[in-house]
């Protein structure tokens, strides 16, 4: 496993006296870039790179029964907050990766057929309750299509990024995208 140093500066945890006792592993030091002589207020800890499995799917919402709905806290500019904001959040980004709702043919967001986005705010007003009052639900509308905006726009370079091979090649097709919607963009 790869491994990875930070410097953490917090010398009121280890006081200098305390780091200077303390027996240091020269060899580990100079693994992650570290020179033998340590400054006694810094100390330096190493971190495994975090393992990733993949994308959060958030199945639990996309699994909710049909008269069931999250609710969602806004702030007074309608800005998702607390534990469900974080998930819608995070679930929208699923939505700009469903190739049948967000498809990667469009060159930009503008060119994505209205039918399209307004499927896509009736998915989110089918799993979460969100306000009555027809000023706030249309900048909760907004806000929401302008996330999903961002997200499909960063799956996108994300899969040109790992899978376009150069320059008309297209032969490594992503996987959960449709043939003809990748080779449109490359």
Excluded at 16 to 42: C, R, Y
Aim: with cysteine; glycine share 4%; aromatic share 8%.
């Amino acid at each position: 496993m790869k491994m990875r140093g930070i410097v953490i500066r917090d010398v009121s945890v280890r006081s200098s006296q305390q780091a200077s006792n303390e027996d240091v592993d020269h060899e580990s030091q100079q693994e992650i870039g570290q020179s033998s002589t340590v400054n006694p207020s810094i100390t330096v800890v190493p971190l495994p790179v975090r393992a990733t499995r993949g994308p959060s799917k958030y199945s639990f919402i996309w699994n909710l029964p049909e008269n069931h709905k999250i609710e969602l806290p806004l702030t007074s500019s309608n800005q998702p907050i607390q534990k469900a904001g974080r998930h819608f959040s995070g679930w929208l980004g699923t939505i700009a990766r469903k190739p049948h709702l967000c498809p990667i043919k469009y060159k930009n967001w503008t060119e994505m057929p209205d039918e399209l986005k307004e499927e896509i705010w009736d998915i989110v007003q089918s799993k979460w309750i969100l306000p009555e009052e027809p000023a706030r639900l249309e900048a909760t509308k907004n806000r929401t299509l302008s996330s999903i905006a961002t997200y499909w726009r960063n799956h996108k370079s994300t899969l040109k990024k790992k899978y376009f091979l150069g320059r008309g090649n297209g032969a490594r097709a992503p996987p959960n995208v449709i043939q003809e919607d990748y080779e449109a963009i490359v």
